[in-house]
């Protein structure tokens, strides 16, 4: 059986063809990525590796209003992965919070950060204008 039409000289499919794209398995796919990214996002503290201090304290929530300052051992203080010195610290502050009702600062400083670097960051955060300050640590692993 033949799937052209011989009695005609245009060449026509008997059994017309489906064309129909099933989007089920694309909402699928993408309700899992989102899923993933939605788990993953809050653990994605991008900046500079730093050894942070242990705690017991209890855990703040991070925002997208939130800022995070690192002060790595050596004194240098980095917004996302970009330096600043602590001159220039201030201004790149108020720049990040000039569009922002009430800015939070997070600061990530390593163990072995000598007190004055931390005490610097704070500064340029209140010169900036922003009062909330938050200290970043890990958990302190209890064992029995």
């Known amino acids: 059986m033949s799937m052209w039409n011989e009695d005609s000289t ?5 059994n017309k063809l489906l064309v ?10 993408c309700l899992v990525l989102l899923i993933i990214f939605m788990v993953t996002a809050p653990f994605a503290v991008t900046g500079v590796d730093v050894k942070l201090p242990k705690s017991q304290a209890k855990s703040l929530s991070l925002n997208q209003e939130s800022i995070i300052l ?9 917004l996302g992965k970009k ?7 201030v201004e790149a502050l108020q720049e990040l919070s000039k569009n922002k ?6 600061i990530r400083a390593d163990e072995s950060v000598p007190y004055k670097f931390v005490m610097q960051g704070m500064e340029s955060a209140q010169i900036a204008g922003i ?5 970043i640590g890990e958990k302190k692993t209890t064992h029995p």
Not at 70 to 78: A, D, E, I, Q, R
Not at 131 to 135: E, L, S, T
């Open 10 to 14: 245009n060449y026509s499919f008997k």
């Open 20 to 29: 129909d794209i099933n989007m089920t398995p694309f909402v699928d796919v």
């Open 70 to 78: 690192s002060v790595t051992k050596n004194g240098s203080f980095f």
């Open 83 to 89: 330096e600043y010195t602590s001159k220039n610290l």
């Open 101 to 106: 009702q009430e800015s939070t600062l997070f």
């Open 131 to 135: 009062n909330r300050i938050g200290m």
